[in-house]
Nanobody, 114 residues
Framework: QVELVESGGGLVQPGGSLRLSCAASGSILGTYAMGWYRQAPGKQRELVASITRGGNTNYADSVKGRFTISRDNGKNTVYLQMNSLKPEDTAVYYC????????WGKGTLVTVSS
């Protein structure tokens, strides 16, 4: 079985930065595609950023240039560096790992407010 645990969320002022981490554990014997999604109350869950097994990255237009996804293969951990945060970035951020199915973490809340 696979478990994902997100951390690093919190309250930050507009223009500030946060670094989210997602640690994967369990039956993981290689490198797999991972991604960050977010969901605000009353809205659908949306893709924020993803990284393939080969290291290629993809970002939502709304975060491009502000967020950076990266991974540490040795630690089975993926990161999301979030800079220049805006109030509209407020959401629960979820980590996803894809092997033969999607595995999800429980999420970490990011609140951007003055």
């Amino acid at each position: 079985q696979v478990e994902l645990v997100e951390s690093g969320g919190g309250l930050v002022q507009p223009g500030g930065s946060l670094r989210l981490s997602c640690a994967a554990s369990g039956s993981i014997l290689g490198t797999y595609a991972m991604g960050w999604y977010r969901q605000a109350p009353g809205k659908q869950r949306e893709l924020v950023a993803s990284i393939t097994r080969g290291g290629n990255t993809n970002y939502a237009d709304s975060v491009k240039g502000r967020f950076t996804i990266s991974r540490d293969n040795g630690k089975n951990t993926v990161y999301l560096q979030m800079n220049s945060l805006k109030p509209e970035d407020t959401a629960v951020y979820y980590c996803k790992l894809t092997i033969i199915r999607d595995y999800w973490g429980k999420g970490t809340l990011v609140t951007v407010s003055s």
